[in-house]
């Protein structure tokens, strides 16, 4: 026993190496409890059914383009924070050969206002649902 204790002060701090993604943050309670779902649920109008898989494929597909935990660099351009906010980018999916879904993430025309930003910002995901990876990736 005294032989392998050496090896856990190695493992076990490689250990915090390892990061869980963020869980989701949620509103307070009292919050929370005020707010009213529709008696009807979801409104017909802006529904849009997004199957499973496609769900999946663009969840594999952000996750890369663009990880929780991903920080803007310090010496970003000023004005420039929006090329690091998910809600700039608009997601567009198709199924394609086989099985794979095909995913493109572009920044959204105004999204960083009038700014002159390099538009070209996104990437093509082919992403494979057989075995959940990604194939290809076009930028």
């Not at 394609?96 to 879904?101: F, K, L, P, R, S």
């Amino acid at each position: 026993m005294a032989r392998w204790l050496p090896l856990a002060f190695v493992v076990l701090p490689a250990c915090a190496l390892f990061h869980r993604p963020p869980r989701p943050v949620h509103a307070p309670p009292e919050e929370a409890a005020r707010f009213e779902f529709p008696v009807t649920g979801i409104p017909e109008e802006g529904l849009r059914a997004i199957p499973g898989d496609m769900a999946r494929a663009i969840q594999l597909a952000m996750e890369d383009f663009y990880p929780w935990d991903k920080k803007p660099p310090a010496s970003e351009r000023p004005g420039w924070e929006c090329l690091y906010r998910r809600e700039s980018y608009g997601v567009y999916a198709a199924p394609y050969e086989g099985a794979v879904i095909l995913v493109s993430i572009v920044l959204e025309p105004g999204a960083c206002g009038e700014r002159a930003v390099p538009y070209d910002m996104g990437a093509l995901y082919a992403i494979d649902t057989r075995n959940w990876r990604i194939l290809a990736i076009q930028r």
